[in-house]
């Protein structure tokens, strides 16, 4: 696995263990951007959509994105407090959805008490 497919999935995974995100991958280039240098001082630097960058440093033979997890965590990255807003507007617009759904269910007679509506079967 080459190191742009080896950071994608390690922070995919990641992300899927340690954030509470209802879409849980990160896209290259609208999330992140990796920059790749060759040579004989190859390294790879992220930057993140909210524009602070990080220097990965190598472990083994892949590079650790520790410190980029620490960004995600904290409170200072505008692209997951962003996510986080997509997430909390669609719980509400499921929650608004099942409660229609809910109270479709209940009917009411000519004295206004509630009565369930009978499904065809």
Known sequence: ?????FILNTLNEWCEKNLKLNNKTFIENEDFKLLL???ASEGVCIICSCQ???HLTRVRQHF????YYKH???NKC????????ININNDNRLNINSDHDSSDDEISDAAGSPQRKRLKT
């Open 1 to 5: 696995m080459d190191h742009p497919d």
């Open 37 to 39: 240098t060759q040579g």
């Open 52 to 54: 602070v960058k990080f």
């Open 64 to 67: 650790s994105l520790s410190n």
């Open 72 to 74: 995600l965590k904290s």
């Open 78 to 85: 505008a692209m997951i407090k962003k996510k986080k807003m």
